[in-house]
């Protein structure tokens, strides 16, 4: 809800800003135009010797310049947008608390590991100068190597791919194609189908159907269908952009290429594709302003804060910073935890263990289930794992 006001306010002062903006360039024009006139007059004045016309060429201008008024023109149109940026100021001191550390856990960091979780973030970022600064500044050079070392592999090899040279990109996929394979990705595939078609657009049918018979000939069995259309493309030698499957030569096919090599690279290295550091801050970012607001409610209870297993109040996040799955037990309407895990009954259906226990009497007698009309024995519920 907060960062909704804050963008209407924002797009407020956007929309104020522009008619302030189109106005004065409105007010500046018809000025240039009347001073544009009265040089002519003026000029036309000089030609003829006439004094007289020259002075009343300046008077006529000092008049209609009174008449238009421009500070009185742009004073209400300026009135608003001052008003607009003093109201957003309002809404984002007032939003943005600077003191974030009411939402602070006592936590103990292992600063090692947050350099090496900061310098990997820089290198994996592609900015290797940055990376190699703050390890040296962390004092943690034997760190360098180590992280600095596969990203820059990686990204000689992206970057090569950038220009169209495939070379690097084929001879690391060839060397991890077995680890690939496990993984069930196809980018050896890929790759070797973008090769063929960088050689059928330079036009060398030849060299792309002997190509075709010593790469892409082992994965007919499983990719026939793809196959079978890239050997249509053989027929469109050298104008391929003109043919059926100009759509294989997209731009976007070779970002897509690239986006797949980079996140099966990091796979292979035990990295996620995404930045550790850089999912935590955009998913802090999102969670803060209702913990903020929970803190403030809590104001007087901070020992409780500090020792609470889970939140009372729920925080929501966006689909992508979701990962795993919550279970909320449909009795007791608590989210489920370490202690008190989902557990699956006889019948099919889920309630936590304490909801469990408290219905079986501490597993001392069997009870129905809320949703059929099973008896559930206790000891028979298993543990969901999800």
């Known amino acids: 809800m907060e960062l909704s006001s804050i963008k209407d306010a924002f797009d407020r002062v956007a929309k104020k800003q522009k008619l302030s903006c189109s106005k004065t360039q409105e007010v500046i024009d018809q000025i240039f135009q009347e001073i544009e006139k009265a040089l002519e007059k003026i000029q036309s004045a000089r030609d003829s010797d006439s004094q007289l016309d020259y002075k009343n060429s300046l008077s006529d201008l000092r008049t209609i310049l009174k008449d238009i008024a421009p500070l009185s023109q742009l004073e209400g149109t300026q009135k608003e947008l001052n008003i607009a940026l003093s109201k957003y100021a309002k809404i984002l001191e007032k939003s ?38 703050f390890i040296s500044e962390a004092r943690e050079p034997e760190s360098a190597g180590a992280l600095k070392s596969p990203f820059l592999e990686m990204y000689q090899i992206v970057e090569a791919m950038k220009s169209r040279n ?119 970012v999102q969670g803060l302003p209702p913990l903020l607001k929970f803190m403030n409610v809590m104001a007087g209870k901070k020992h409780e804060w500090q020792t609470m297993k889970q939140l009372p109040v729920p925080v929501e996040l966006d689909r992508d910073f979701q990962f795993h799955s919550i279970f909320v037990c449909p009795v007791s309407k608590e989210q489920s935890t370490e202690d008190n895990p989902p557990m699956l009954m006889s019948c099919g259906h889920v309630l936590c263990k304490q909801s469990i226990t408290k219905m079986s009497k501490n597993s001392t007698k069997s009870f129905k289930c809320p949703y059929c009309p099973t008896d559930i024995e206790a000891t028979q519920c298993r543990q969901l794992y999800f």
């Open 96 to 133: 943005f608390n600077p003191d974030i550390s009411k939402a602070y856990r006592n936590s103990d960091f292992d600063a090692h590991i947050v350099n090496q979780v900061i310098a990997s973030h820089f290198y994996r970022q592609g900015l290797f100068d940055i990376g190699d600064c």
């Open 166 to 284: 495939l070379g690097p990109a084929l001879k690391w996929a060839a060397n991890n194609s077995d680890k690939l394979k496990q993984n069930g990705s196809d980018l050896v595939l890929r790759l070797h189908s973008m090769q063929f078609l960088e050689i059928l657009e330079k036009g060398g049918r030849g060299e792309a159907l002997k190509y075709a018979r010593s790469h892409l000939t082992p994965f007919a069995f499983n990719n026939m269908a793809e196959l079978q259309k890239l050997m249509a493309c053989l027929l469109w030698a050298g104008r391929l952009d003109s043919s059926p499957y100009s759509a294989l030569l997209s731009p976007t096919n070779w970002e897509k290429l690239a986006e797949e090599l980079t996140r099966q690279f990091c796979n292979l290295l035990g990295y996620s594709y995404e930045s550790p550091l850089g999912v935590t801050i955009a998913a802090g």
